[in-house]
């Protein structure tokens, strides 16, 4: 998998989408493993396995913790490596006084500048790297 994509979606999940591995083709399933690392011990851990589609929604996250996310392709001559972990910090301060049911941040809608500026960058990374 490559150009991995993590973007905030409400206050405690996020998003997850990445390409379709250059070896993927109709005639071999493919399959995807999506790892978290977790934040405090920083060791990887399956989040979801047999996922057929090259997005997730990941859920369930804590507040103001950096969280890494990698993917691997699977099918049936194996598992890949797995690809060049992305990072996004979910949430800011400034994140703790919305409401916890408010609108999820849709792909075609812009950020406000000062959700950019709360996180003193984009939040979030996407990175090319091998498959």
Known sequence: ????????HTKTSLNLSWDHSPSHNRTQPCTYIVELRD????????????????????????LNHIYAVRVRAE??????????????????RTDER?????????KTRRLPSSTLGDYGTRPSFQVDGPD
Not at 1 to 8: E, M, Y
Not at 39 to 62: C, G, K
Request: charged residues 15%.
């Open 1 to 8: 998998p490559s150009r991995l994509l993590l973007t905030p």
């Open 39 to 62: 934040p405090r011990t920083y060791s990887w851990s399956t989040y979801v396995s047999s996922l057929a589609d090259t997005s997730v929604q990941l859920l369930s996250l804590n």
């Open 75 to 92: 099918n049936a001559f194996g598992v890949s490596d797995p690809s060049q972990p992305v990072t996004s910090r979910l949430l800011t």
């Open 98 to 106: 919305h409401k916890e049911d408010e609108e999820p941040i849709s």
